[in-house]
């Protein structure tokens, strides 16, 4: 299985022990390239590179070349980093290196499989993770400390944009700003006492000895992504967890016990603790939905189609009902505009948004109020109703400065950026002390200087 949560550093930080193993046991090593006083080792360079070929990762030029020069450039704003007493937080960190592990178990399946595709215990990625987490923490401040004064003014941007090359100016796709209503059907009391009962019982058959929560979970819970591990969520902060559910995780305190059920947006819930570490907490969970009838939801669609042509005809205005009726809360006190969780703008390209909003939008002229429709809410996967509201249609075009002026300042701002911090490397590059050994130097750097010419 492909895990597609890996990047470059942090394949460089799992590489980083072995040469340092080898070099502790006296085990006969190669380096490859010498920063400062910091060597590094061929065989971190081979296991980087193997890893990547497992992952299939795409590498711009030749692996051998791109690597200890990645390796390199590290060293030296880590360097930096050290004269500007520049360190990580301790929690932030932690926070990182638990949700990229709760990353690789929901995607490999379980804690075993993802010791056997790394070749390490859980313990032993725990460190490497820790290391790379705030090696690339350090990295980041370096980098903002450097470009921090970096601003632009509209003449700035303007000027940017007339010394662009034709085929430099990129293509923006058609984009969409939408408005939404969103009506989810009143569940019958009756079905809400059968999900607690359910729930009920699993609890009982749990504090009775008669089955495993975990194996319940894998059962029985709704949560698509913690089902497979028995309802395991991993280490999470409390403001991973949406806040009904963390009150009651953060307060559980005997492992052997079963909590009350909770409910929240996503259904309701029943959960055990694993284990407490510091201000997070790793619980296991059951979650089950209360299924909305398909008579209600049929009900709901002929309520919201009435409204949609009270609309259209004039009656009343798209912005005024939702504040009223929309059970959207992120929508729902801003007219109804939909928010790019991608971009943080209003703008969607159609592949952004929902499915069943795409298809409802694709025969809207700006202006217009679709029928009624049935869709999953992307956050608890349950059905809703929803009409939507077509505000703006953006055909794809090539950028530019009238419809495009943010982007164009993010290119500008970006250029600048990277301008600033080539500079930089080139100069720590010129003043500090790099050997690199014959067979590694006959490469197209992306940085030059590396060579240093003999004296």
């Excluded at 970096?150 to 796709?173: C, E, G, H, N, W």
């Excluded at 969103?182 to 729930?199: G, H, S």
């Excluded at 949406?242 to 947006?265: C, M, Q, R, Y």
């Amino acid at each position: 299985m492909k895990i597609k949560n890996i990047f470059l550093p942090l394949m460089l930080a799992l590489a980083g022990v072995t040469g340092a193993l080898a070099a502790v046991d006296n085990v006969a090593e190669e380096v490859a390239w010498v920063v400062g006083d910091t060597p590094i080792w061929k065989s971190d360079i081979e296991e980087m590179y193997q890893q990547m070929l497992y992952e299939k990762t795409p590498v711009n030029g030749d692996p051998y070349c791109v690597i200890p020069e990645q390796m390199a450039i590290e060293k030296l704003y880590l360097h930096q980093a050290d004269i500007d007493t520049i360190t990580a937080s301790e929690n932030m960190v932690m926070q990182q290196v638990d949700a990229q592990i709760n990353y690789y178990v929901q995607s490999l399946g379980s804690k075993e499989k993802v010791e056997q595709v790394f070749n390490k215990s859980m313990p032993q990625l725990r460190e490497n993770l820790i290391e790379m987490v705030s090696n690339r923490s350090k990295v980041q401040q370096v980098q903002n400390s450097l470009t921090k004064k970096i601003s632009s003014t509209p003449q700035d941007v303007r000027r940017y944009f007339s010394k662009l090359s034709a085929d430099s100016i990129p293509y923006v796709p058609l984009k969409v700003e939408v408005q939404i209503l969103k009506a989810a059907p009143a569940i019958p009391r009756e079905e809400i006492d059968n999900v607690k009962a359910r729930l009920r019982e699993y609890s009982d058959r749990v504090t009775k000895g008669e089955s495993d929560f975990s194996t319940l979970a894998i059962l029985y819970s709704q949560d698509p992504g913690s089902a497979t591990r028995g309802g395991e969520l991993g280490f999470m902060g409390r403001g991973q967890l949406v806040p009904e559910f963390a009150a009651v995780a953060f307060n559980l305190s005997d492992p052997k016990k079963v909590s009350k059920i909770v409910e929240t947006e996503f259904g309701y819930h029943i959960i055990q603790l694993i284990e407490k570490r510091g201000d997070r907490v790793n619980v296991r969970h059951i979650l089950l939905r209360p299924r909305v009838a398909d008579s209600d939801l049929a009900d709901a669609v002929v309520r919201l189609d009435s409204l949609s042509n009270d609309i259209r005809s004039g009656k009343v205005k798209f912005e005024e009902v939702v504040g009223m009726l929309s059970q959207d809360k992120d929508t729902r006190n801003n007219r109804g505009i939909m928010v790019n969780d991608q971009t943080g703008d209003s703008r969607f390209e159609m592949g952004q948004l929902p499915q069943e909003v795409a298809k409802a939008v694709s025969t809207l002229q700006p202006g217009e109020v679709s029928n009624a429709f049935i869709m999953k809410d992307p956050k608890n996967n349950q059905d809703v109703v929803a009409i939507v509201k077509l505000t703006r249609r953006i055909d794809g075009h090539k950028a530019n400065m009238s419809d495009d002026y943010q982007l164009v300042k993010n290119m500008y701002e970006n250029a600048r950026r990277e301008e600033i911090l080539a500079d930089w490397l080139n100069k720590k590059i010129a003043e500090t002390y790099v050997r690199i050994e014959d067979e590694w130097r006959n490469c197209e750097f992306t940085h030059k200087g590396w060579i240093k010419s003999a004296k």
